[in-house]
């Protein structure tokens, strides 16, 4: 059995919890993230609907092409 698949697959899950670590720290300061046109925020009394939809569409994108060129074989 080969150890070195589990080695670099340990790699990639580590760099993913950095890179979403430092996304909980700055997400705040992003200035777009969650205030795109299409998100929805409704405010009604005590009732308050928030549902980023095209911020959730816009990183999902990013993601889908980061992973593919991550994780793409040769």
């Known amino acids: 059995m080969e150890i070195q698949p589990m ?12 890179i979403a670590g430092m996304l909980m720290v700055f997400a705040p300061k ?7 046109p299409g ?7 005590n009732f308050t609907l928030y ?15 980061i992973l593919s060129f991550v994780l793409s074989k040769k």
């Open 7 to 18: 080695g670099k697959m340990l790699i990639a899950l580590g760099v993913f919890m950095v």
């Open 39 to 45: 998100d929805i925020f409704i405010k009604r009394g």
């Open 30 to 36: 992003l200035p777009y993230i969650g205030k795109l």
């Open 51 to 65: 549902f980023p939809i095209t911020s959730s569409i816009l990183i999902s994108i990013i993601l889908t092409i």
